[in-house]
Each structure stands twice: as C-alpha cells, then as structure tokens.
C-alpha cells in the first residue's frame, strides 16, 4: 500500500477499504534499486542478517519485552540479541536494546533467576501462511504483503545509479520511504520500525500476535542490499486497535 503524498504518513496499517493509490513515488523507490544492482544471493561477500522471534514477556509493572535473535551469514557481524521494550500506557512507548550475549533470554524464560522475578510470560500466536495471506484462526483478520510494484524498482534503481545510498535514502525519506503490509480487517498502529531495514517490495518472513497486549510482529525479507553489500532485512511492531475488530 502506497501513498503518493507522504506528508501525513504516521504508521498506520490501514483497512481494507482504505488502499492508498499507486505511487512512483520518490520514497518507496529508493529501495527497489539495490535489487538490480545487487541481484546475485549467492557470492561469497554478501552479508545476510535474518531475524527471528524469541520470546515475550511482561514486567510487574505493565513493561513488555520482546526478544528477537539474529543469525548472520557471510563476512559481517551484527547483536546475536535484541530486546524491544514497550512501556505502558496504551503501549505506545519502545526502545531497544542489544546485548553480546544470547544468554540473556535465560532471565526472561525462567523467572527462578535473578532479575527475572515477577515477570510473566506472554502467548505468541504466529500466523500460517496460507493462499497468500498470514492468518491465525484465533483472530478474524490477516496480514498481506505488499505487492510488487515494478514503478517503485526502476526508480530506486535510477536512485542508486544516480548514487543514492541506503542511508541517505532513511534520512530523506523516512517513514515517507515505506510501504506498510495490508492489514485485511482491522487496523494496526505503528509501535516500532527496526532502522536497518528497507520497507517496499519486500515479503513478510514471519509475524506473531500477542493477545494479550495486542501487538502484532512482523519480520521481514528483503532481497535487496546496500552498497557494502548488506542485507536489509526487518522487523516492525504494531499495535492491533480494539475498535477495528
């Protein structure tokens, strides 16, 4: 879903219903380049950083933390953990965190250790891929990928030839550079978006829902790189509004 006026764009997973119009638009395009450019997956020099959901829990003061692992192939490094923390109320609030030690998830499982009293698990529902949209049969909505749109690569590739970069596409475009998955029955509001990632002509990898809080994660896979190389894969959090349901 895109929008050709960015101005007003606040992270909002819209409706059905609610599609924005087609955009070649400057923001979403920039990211289409580097897959032309750096098309090949398999040489040696490629760095791919893939995340995955760990586990969530809550605080005894309302403090929720999710804990997502990476796995990392090729010459680069990157934080084997992170931990996103949303604060109350209405969850609106999050920072993250990144620690050297995948350890660290043993003080969020098992409360018997210290600094894990009082801190409760959370249910993680993920959603099945099935006929092209991610579903759970617990909730009456599901989740779409954005479609891939031809006009947004050709103009991230005249951006990257031009020599236009990753990060200055972040810089001048924002969350105007992104292309939101479809939410198809409800509404989500933008939480949390992972900085290292491009958003368009992308596929969800993976999502979960949490009941609980409500909030909807969504890991995403990206074929493009950046100019060292990098990969630009993602993770965004929403909170699933109560009235769209």
């Given at each position: 879903m895109m929008q050709t006026d960015f101005a007003g764009t606040r992270g909002t997973i819209r409706r059905t219903g609610e599609r924005r119009s087609r955009v070649p638009f400057p923001a979403v395009a920039v990211l289409c380049l580097l897959s032309s450019l750096f098309a090949p997956a398999l040489r040696a020099d490629?760095?791919?950083?893939?995340?995955?959901?760990?586990?969530?829990?809550?605080?005894e003061w309302g403090n929720v933390s999710y804990l997502i692992g990476t796995k990392v192939e090729g010459p680069c490094e990157a934080p084997p953990l992170f931990e996103l923390k949303v604060s109350p109320p209405e969850s609106r609030a999050a920072g993250v965190r990144e620690y050297g030690n995948i350890g660290y998830v043993n003080l969020v499982e098992n409360p018997s250790e210290p600094g894990g009293e009082n801190r409760q698990s959370l249910n993680a529902v993920p959603l099945t891929h099935t006929n092209g949209t991610w579903i759970t049969s617990?909730?009456?909505?599901?989740?779409?990928?954005?479609?891939?749109?031809?006009?947004?690569?050709?103009?991230w590739r005249k951006y990257?030839?031009?020599?236009?970069?990753?990060?200055?596409?972040?810089?001048?475009?924002?969350?105007?550079?992104?292309?939101?998955?479809?939410?198809?029955?409800?509404?989500?509001?933008?939480?949390?978006?992972?900085g290292g990632g491009l958003y368009f002509n992308y596929h969800v990898a993976a999502a979960y829902y949490f009941p609980e809080t409500r909030h909807l994660m969504i890991l995403t896979k990206q074929a493009l790189h950046d100019e060292n190389l990098h990969s630009q894969n993602g993770f965004l959090l929403f909170r699933v509004s109560e009235s769209a349901i």
């Open positions: 490629l760095c791919d950083v893939q995340y995955d959901f760990l586990s969530a829990s809550r605080d617990d909730m009456p909505w599901g989740l779409i990928s954005p479609e891939f749109d031809s006009d947004v690569h050709e103009f990257r030839l031009r020599g236009g970069t990753v990060s200055g596409w972040r810089a001048e475009y924002g969350l105007r550079g992104i292309v939101w998955p479809e939410l198809v029955g409800a509404r989500g509001d933008l939480i949390y978006i992972h």
